[in-house]
């Protein structure tokens, strides 16, 4: 029998506090601790022009051989002396061209690369351009590792990615020396999860102040954006689609595309981007501390995600104004025993989901699944995931799909706090409950005994519930 403890004629802040769980409170911590406001597109100190014409959103295959690598990144290197730091190269249109072609780049400190309106730059169809050592990229591997340089590294200080054009990864583009595409490549590696070498689009690490605006990714061959070992990141307005055309019959679907992945870093804002892509659409990885997700609207992909490794921890998260249509999972904490640690300090506020098969997932069950299994995989490890003050209030799901509330154990019980969260059409058989305390107030999902769960104790506060409205919150895509 579950244990429901009616705490009638006490406020909610009350009855939130009285079960260890400060709203208030956490509200206040739960965030980047930076001050953040929109970014803004600095003044260029010097311009590339297009030498390229993109037919639609592609090359012709005689300019493939017409790179502007050494352009593009001989820029970047001589940018300490002609620049101001903070300053931007511009690649811009020339006349009748809206094209740059490059093979791998890395940003230099203070440099802001900006990409106008209309202009697209192209990454390269070679997979050996981005060889780490000879012939380790674009095939499979032996163990996991790095086999591949990025697209566009970045291992210095306060540099930024600009511009209202596009980065297009071309994840879905057939090798010109293999004969099959990054996709094609990860899709093979899937059935044995056998390890296999493709590039991310941007990867960013020791990168203090880097910054995202308003640039738009394209088809990344694995994650759009990996961020590490970073205190401030910033990505505002940023558009991620991912796949741009939908595959044709026989065609390989992305894999492994996850839009934006911090991991071991603090103080991240994610904030007013649209998100749409083969996998999570933001997942946090072990180690985040202090971070922000602002009125983001999420499509295709696997949801608002944490994990699956957790081991350092992660802590102190707001995701708040956040719209998700058709996403497999709404919010998702997914890990196991083999890479799991504690998760504490979440809140998560003023969300509209709809067509979402698993709105809230709070998982000790990882298994590789695109969403969460319901049950114990037994797994063997001892980095056990431990879930901490999480906070979901004010949430509407206008669909129903099932929620999952798990820990692993009597000692790693999940505790989690669900205010105002209403999924519309939600029966018992579609709530999943193991080792969790939950405190519910003003919710419509049904807490009651469905298999005699002992180890579940809910506290329940009598309160009319006022679902959170989502007129006008669905958009298309932009």
């Keep these: 029998m579950i244990s429901i403890k009616k705490m009638c004629g006490q406020s909610a802040t009350r009855l939130l506090v009285a079960c260890g769980v400060a709203g208030m409170a956490s509200v206040a911590w739960a965030q980047d601790t930076r001050v953040v406001t929109e970014p803004k597109i600095p003044v260029a100190c010097a311009k590339l022009e297009a030498k390229i014409a993109a037919?639609?959103?592609?090359?012709?295959?005689?300019?493939?051989?017409?790179?502007?690598?050494?352009?593009?990144?001989?820029?970047?290197n001589n940018f300490a002396a002609r620049c101001k730091p903070g300053m931007a190269i511009e690649l811009a249109a020339g006349k009748g061209s809206n094209a740059f072609l490059s093979g791998p780049l890395e940003l230099r400190e203070g440099v802001t690369l900006l990409v106008d309106r209309g202009v697209t730059l192209f990454a390269s169809r070679r997979a050996s351009d981005y060889d780490v050592a000879a012939g380790s990229c674009g095939v499979l591997m032996q163990a996991k590792g790095r086999g591949c340089k990025s697209f566009i590294t970045i291992r210095a200080k306060n540099t930024a990615i600009m511009g209202d054009g596009v980065i297009d990864g071309r994840g879905g583009a057939k090798l010109l020396d293999k004969g099959y595409s990054w996709w094609a490549l990860a899709v093979k590696a899937e059935p044995k999860n056998t390890p296999y070498s493709d590039p991310r689009l941007i990867d960013a690490a020791q990168a203090d102040g880097f910054v995202m605006y308003r640039i738009t990714l394209h088809d990344a061959p694995n994650f759009h954006v990996g961020v590490s070992q970073t205190n401030g990141f910033t990505a505002w307005g940023v558009h991620l689609k991912t796949p741009v055309h939908e595959p044709g019959p026989g065609d390989p679907r992305p894999r492994n595309t996850d839009g934006i992945d911090p991991g071991s870093s603090s103080n991240i804002t994610i904030a007013h981007s649209w998100i749409d892509n083969g996998d999570d659409n933001i997942a946090i990885k072990t180690g985040v501390t202090h971070m922000s997700v602002l009125d983001n609207h999420f499509y295709s992909g696997h949801?608002?995600?944490?994990?699956?490794?957790?081991?350092?921890?992660?802590?102190?998260?707001?995701?708040?104004?956040?719209?998700e249509d058709h996403t497999t999972s709404g919010i998702r904490i997914k890990s196991n025993v083999t890479r799991g640690g504690l998760v504490h300090d979440m809140v998560y506020k003023n969300i509209c989901m709809r067509?979402?098969?698993?709105?809230?997932?709070?998982?000790?069950?990882?298994?590789?699944?695109?969403?969460?299994?319901?049950?114990?995989?037994?797994?063997?490890?001892?980095?056990?995931?431990?879930?901490?003050?999480?906070?979901?209030?004010?949430?509407?799901?206008?669909?129903?799909?099932?929620?999952?509330?798990?820990?692993?154990?009597?000692?790693?019980?999940?505790?989690?706090?669900?205010?105002?969260?209403?999924?519309?059409?939600?029966?018992?058989?579609?709530?999943?409950?193991?080792?969790?305390?939950?405190?519910?107030?003003?919710?419509?999902?049904?807490?009651?005994?469905?298999?005699?769960?002992?180890?579940?104790?809910?506290?329940?506060?009598d309160a009319k519930a006022k679902p959170y409205s989502c007129d006008g919150k669905f958009l298309p895509m932009r």
Excluded: W
């Design 355 to 461: 067509d979402i098969q698993v709105p809230i997932a709070i998982s000790p069950y990882y298994n590789e699944g695109t969403i969460d299994q319901f049950f114990d995989p037994g797994f063997k490890g001892d980095r056990i995931p431990d879930y901490k003050s999480i906070t979901i209030e004010n949430v509407t799901d206008l669909t129903p799909g099932d929620v999952l509330i798990a820990g692993n154990d009597e000692s790693h019980r999940t505790e989690v706090t669900l205010a105002n969260v209403t999924i519309r059409g939600i029966t018992s058989d579609k709530v999943h409950l193991k080792f969790a305390n939950i405190v519910t107030v003003g919710s419509n999902i049904p807490l009651e005994p469905t298999g005699g769960n002992k180890d579940v104790k809910v506290a329940l506060m």
């Design 55 to 76: 037919v639609g959103d592609a090359l012709k295959e005689a300019d493939e051989a017409n790179s502007d690598t050494a352009r593009i990144q001989g820029a970047i």
């Design 303 to 323: 949801g608002m995600s944490i994990g699956s490794e957790t081991y350092t921890g992660d802590s102190f998260l707001l995701v708040d104004g956040l719209t």
